[in-house]
């Protein structure tokens, strides 16, 4: 972690800007490297992320491993975030005002990782940071061009454990998603 980095996490510890911030066990601010062009962005932490203060890191987190092996990356050449920093109770969506709460935390993560390119994973992260009127079935796999910044949203990893049909379209996406990576970052692949 980069000092920029590990100074925002240290004053987001001590966040309490929803109730949120009172009921989770651990803070999970993020994972990977900072000083990448590829930022991957979910939606909140659930149990075991919660537990552990990493995101990702369930059987949705197997999941995003295996599908950033298959576009040749993994943790240590991207950096991965969420929406919000604590685990909603029961692993419900994050409600409005508490995305509000803790999207400036995402938006210094951002200015600090400075990404070329930005992966929505589901729905909740797509309608943050792309378009509060994004249809996931509907639009993802689309580039979309945000305040000088590649984004796309594909369908969350937890999603497409619950619903495997989704798969070939998340294939298709991640080839996609290589393709970006390849022309706007090529020194992610050297």
Request: proline share 7%; aromatic share 6%; net charge negative.
């Amino acid at each position: 972690m980069n000092t920029a980095m590990e100074e925002l996490n240290t004053r987001c510890l001590g966040c309490e800007a929803c109730p949120l911030g009172k009921t989770r066990t651990k803070l999970v601010f993020g994972d990977g490297n900072p000083d990448t062009n590829v930022l991957f962005v979910g939606e909140g932490p659930g149990e075991q992320e919660d537990l552990q203060g990493i995101p990702f890191v369930g059987r949705a987190g197997q999941l995003l491993d295996d599908m950033l092996k298959m576009i040749d990356l993994d943790r240590s050449r991207v950096y991965i975030a969420n929406i919000v920093k604590c685990r909603p109770p029961h692993n419900r969506d994050p409600q409005p005002e508490e995305r509000e709460a803790c999207l400036p935390w995402l938006r210094q993560q951002i200015d600090i990782i400075d990404p070329k390119i930005i992966i929505c994973l589901g729905r909740i992260a797509a309608t943050s940071l792309i378009s509060e009127n994004f249809r996931i079935t509907r639009q993802h796999g689309q580039w979309f061009d945000v305040d000088g910044r590649r984004l796309l949203a594909i369908y969350h990893p937890s999603a497409l454990l619950r619903d495997v049909a989704k798969r070939p379209d998340t294939f298709t996406d991640l080839r996609e998603i290589r393709s970006e990576i390849r022309r706007l970052c090529p020194e992610m692949y050297t």
